[in-house]
């Protein structure tokens, strides 16, 4: 990455501890409050709702964040200051003055269109009248990452760049968060030690490069920041799977195929990347579900509440037991035994409706024949008004090749920080990120 390379050797880099979970919409609330979940309260990308008995990962509304965040102080000591979110995660309804999201329309017909949200309203033409429609199939799914009909690897990521500079130039924002997600493909799907990856650095080192480059013209001060690193994985751990054999899952039939009743449980898991939050709502069935879960191969570490406390994930929304897997290791939600009992949206790209993250969505399912013909066949459907499911996704999870989550042992698998830093050291924790975001904006607020 020789243009990341360049703005290195006239900045500093340190690593960061990183946030735990390891996971996107963790580390962003953590970096922008200042907080450990226990008071921001995102405790994963998504968890169980107890008032509503449901699990939900994703969400997008900013009042999840249960704490002020660094642009909220920045406004209060300067109330001309300004604040742009790019693509961070839950931005949506929040106190920042310029938002964009991706977020699908769903019409009452059981129709699904692309598209994004972006706050103010007129923000959204304008980008799309300036840029084109935002390639949402390059964002997630099996053509992200990759060349296909949909576009080419890095599109969603350059989209999302380029949108950056046009919101720079048009309303200069005093401090903007940009999101760009091009290394989260194919370092979960081949694994971060893959022959072809350099390719992939190569492409973000490019748009990167472009960003740094046209800001720093215009006078911004740039810090490259990331949430996480990944490490390869080889083994898939189905604890839902573990927990029915038990007796303890409950299964609803619905049409012939099984759904999780997360409800009528007495214990399942919610799983998201390498991290695990295990609801026990039979208390009397915590020490089996802890003996159970220590004795799983690839399970690193079980924590109850002092566990919890130890590491700042003690909230609420948190898991009566949070499981944390090796390095070499991830959960999945998978709670079926038979694959022609999996849900229907198992074999779709449905990050709302399915009980945890999935990261097997990345994959084109290789048993099927004439896979893109299939997808055509599915669009052209869709083109002219017809329901269909775009049921091309696989269930076989040892396809994926990198996961995080996990506290890696080696720094070098840590996210880092590149800037203009004032730091006593090479490393910080990642709750002191927000103080290097507020002493970079604040000395330059008039």
């Known amino acids: 990455m020789p243009r990341l390379a360049r703005f290195l050797t006239r900045n500093r880099l340190a690593v960061i501890d990183p946030a735990l979970p390891a996971v996107t919409c963790t580390a962003q609330s953590t970096y922008v409050t200042g907080l450990s979940p226990r008071d921001h309260g995102i405790v994963a990308n998504g968890w169980y709702n107890r008032e509503l008995a449901e699990v939900q990962f994703w969400k997008q509304s900013n009042h999840l964040v249960g704490a002020p965040k660094v642009w909220d102080t920045l406004k209060a000591m300067d109330p001309a200051f300004t604040c742009a979110k790019t693509f961070w995660w839950y931005n949506m309804y929040s106190t920042a003055d310029f938002s964009v999201t991706p977020r699908p329309m769903y019409p009452a017909d059981g129709r699904k269109f692309f598209d994004i949200y972006s706050w103010p309203y007129e923000l959204r033409p304008a980008l799309k009248a300036a840029l084109g429609a935002f390639p949402f199939p390059g964002f997630w799914g099996p053509a992200a990452g990759i060349q296909s009909p949909q576009g080419k690897p890095d599109c969603a990521t350059r989209w999302i760049a380029d949108s950056a500079l046009w919101i720079e130039k048009h309303h200069q924002p005093t401090l903007q968060l940009v999101y760009l997600p091009h290394l989260d493909y194919n370092f979960q799907r081949l694994g971060p030690n893959h022959p072809s990856i350099p390719k992939d650095l190569q492409l973000l080192d490019s748009i990167l490069g472009d960003l740094i480059d046209q800001l720093e013209a215009a006078g911004v001060q740039v810090l490259v920041l990331s949430e996480y690193g990944i490490t390869p994985v080889q083994n898939p751990i189905h604890l839902n799977r573990l927990f029915r054999e038990r007796g303890w899952i409950t299964i609803k039939e619905e049409l012939g195929l099984e759904l999780l009743d997360a409800g009528n449980s007495k214990v399942f898991a919610v799983a998201d990347h390498q991290v695990a939050h295990i609801h026990v709502q039979d208390p009397s069935l915590l020490p089996a579900v802890r003996k159970l879960l220590e004795s799983t191969p690839g399970v690193a570490e079980v924590l ?138 604040s000395g330059q607020l008039r």
């Open 304 to 441: 109850d509440a002092s566990g919890k406390q130890r590491i700042g994930l003690d909230h609420a929304r948190a898991g009566d037991l949070v499981a944390f897997s090796a390095e070499d290791a991830w959960f999945t939600y998978y709670y079926w035994l038979e694959d022609d009992r999996a849900p229907d949206f198992a074999r779709c790209v449905d990050i709302h409706r399915k009980p945890g993250y999935d990261p097997v969505e990345l994959f084109l399912d290789p048993e099927l024949g004439l896979v893109k013909l299939r997808i055509a066949y599915r669009l052209l459907k869709k083109k002219l008004g017809f329901r269909m499911l775009m049921d091309v996704i696989p269930l076989d999870a040892s396809l994926v090749r990198g996961s995080h989550g996990c506290r890696p042992k080696s720094p070098d698998d840590w996210p880092v920080i590149i800037g203009d830093l004032d730091l006593a050291g090479d490393a910080i924790g990642a709750r002191d990120v927000s103080g290097i975001i507020l002493r970079s904006v």
